[in-house]
């Protein structure tokens, strides 16, 4: 068996967007931007005491955790390149994958990277594309982005402005990338709240888009709850500038000014009242989806892809507080849930957060059909304290397709890259892990691993201050994964690893 020892080495009218002719890209090459991205898209900071400070650099010089950008890791893992950012300046955010490409997500656009030699990706393309979060899915000639920040326009010229604005648009943004050096902005639809994130379902001719956003406070007064649906997407491939809302099916129907979702509070006062969807995982081999709803997690049947049904919804009110994300395992009789305690900004990989907050939660599915429920099994978090400089919580991450055994990779910020096994949903266990030490022991700078997902025998991480990963594992229990062979792969359209793909 492998050791771990570590080796230092809102809501807005529903209406599509304006005529293509209002769609502008600003294609980057390799080298400075020639646009001004968005002023604080770059990596935030924030106060720590005194008292933390010391701490930090006390656990550094005892060597309790790496140095400042130092890299360890477990002896199955290999780092085989990192690609810092470039002319994206701006927070990295999701991935994508087709093919020899990886698609990265960044608040000011994206990138493409040829991963066919996964040792040294070359840069195919940086388009300038200002709008956070900039979740990213590709399908076909297709990419989708999310917009999720308030736009003077649904132009990549747009600039940001207050959420009051009328003029303010937020939503999805769709391009065309049969070329995919030269990536074609072809359309746009406004939706309600804008785009968070976003999961596609295909279906034959057309690709369904679930956008998942929600009304975090009254900052935003066009975004007030309830908020309690998401927004349903057709976007016909062969002529995706027709792409409009079809349905916007209420998720949490109830009484009351928040619906039928949790209210928040009072057994765990960090908990998030649901007003929406954070993002949302569909298995279309089982017409399944899984939905992590801020104060809820979900499971729904998409058999009928415009008109998802709930099954079960169940609450955490004693440790969780952000219902982030959600993976399947691969027979469908488990989903892995996240809790982004802090969200994403906040150090909670520590002694006084302890094991069981800003973790998975790990849930059997149980019982057939609409009788189907989500029992609650275990929680699983990194092993490894982090400084109270480091922002880390659980966040995205993939399955390892391996038969018989439930093995997934996940982000944790400045916590890193995890490996880890819930075959036993029980009794989770990290079997492998990569890590940076702090970027820095004087204040919490946002950083670290955003997604680390599994692609063609690699791991692939973007990290939001560092750039782009690739490392290798390499340990008998996940070596057999390096026999599946993708296509495609968007995390949160989880696929068939053992009927779609050969092995």
């Known amino acids: 068996m492998t050791s771990l020892r570590t080796t230092r080495t809102r809501r807005r009218p529903l209406a599509v967007a304006a005529a293509a002719a209002g769609l502008l890209a600003t294609l980057l090459t390799a080298g400075p931007a020639v646009a001004t991205p968005d ?8 106060a720590v005491t005194s008292e933390q400070a010391a701490e930090a650099r006390s656990a550094v010089q005892s060597g309790e955790i790496p140095g400042v950008d ?12 990192n690609i810092p950012k470039d002319a994206l300046p701006g927070t990295n955010s999701d991935l994508a994958f087709q093919g020899k490409y990886a698609f990265a997500g960044n608040y000011d656009g994206f990138r493409i990277f040829d991963i066919s030699d996964p040792k040294a990706p070359k840069t195919v393309a940086q388009v300038l594309c200002p709008g956070s979060q900039n979740d990213i899915s590709v399908s076909g000639n297709l990419l989708f982005l999310s917009t999720d920040s308030s736009r003077s326009d649904n132009s990549c010229a747009s600039t940001t402005q207050p959420a009051t604005e009328k003029s303010s648009w937020e939503g999805m943004k769709i ?10 902005y072809v359309a746009a639809v406004e939706t309600a709240c804008g785009s968070h994130t976003h999961t596609l379902v295909p279906k034959g001719k057309n690709v369904y888009v679930y956008v998942s956003s929600y009304s975090p406070n009254v900052a935003f007064p066009d975004c007030q709850p309830p908020h309690d649906g998401i927004s349903v997407i057709k976007v016909p491939r062969k002529a995706p500038q027709q792409a409009a809302i079809v349905n916007f099916p209420v998720l949490f129907p109830g ?11 009072p057994t765990n006062p960090g908990v998030s009242k649901t007003t929406g969807c954070h993002d949302i995982t569909v298995l279309p081999s089982k017409n399944l989806a899984a939905g992590a709803c801020m104060g809820d997690g979900i499971l729904f049947d998409i058999a009928d892809p415009e008109h998802p049904r709930v099954i079960d919804q169940v609450q955490d009110n004693v440790n969780f507080a952000f219902w982030h994300s ?15 305690l802090g969200g994403g900004s906040g150090a909670t990989c520590n002694a006084a957060v302890g094991p069981n907050r800003g973790a998975d939660g790990i849930y059997d599915i149980v019982g057939k059909g609409d009788q189907r429920k989500l029992v609650f099994r275990s929680y699983f978090k990194i092993p490894r304290h982090q400084a109270d400089t480091e922002n880390c919580v659980a966040h ?3 399955l390892i397709p391996v038969k018989g ?9 400045q916590g890193g890259v995890s490996v880890w096994d819930f075959t036993d949903s029980s009794q989770p266990r990290e079997i492998a892990y990569f890590e940076r030490g702090p970027l820095t022991t004087d204040v919490i700078r946002t950083g670290g691993s955003w997604s680390a997902y599994y692609y063609n025998g690699h791991i692939y991480s973007n990290d939001i201050a560092k750039g ?8 008998r229990r996940t070596d057999p994964a390096k026999k599946i062979r993708m296509d495609e792969l968007n995390v949160q359209t989880q696929p068939d690893y053992f009927e779609d793909f050969e092995d």
């Open 39 to 46: 002023p604080g898209d770059a990596v935030t900071q924030g």
């Open 70 to 81: 130092e890299i360890v890791h477990s002896d199955n893992i290999t780092h085989l390149t």
């Open 175 to 184: 391009f065309d990338i049969s070329d995919i050096a030269n990536p074609k």
């Open 255 to 265: 009484d009351g000014p928040d619906g039928g979702g949790n209210p928040g509070g």
């Open 326 to 340: 959600a993976t399947f395992n691969q027979k469908a009789d488990k989903v892995v849930f996240t809790d982004e």
């Open 396 to 398: 995205n991450g993939s």
């Open 405 to 413: 055994k439930d093995l997934m990779v996940q982000a944790w910020y």
């Open 468 to 475: 782009f990963d690739v490392l290798k594992l390499s340990d």
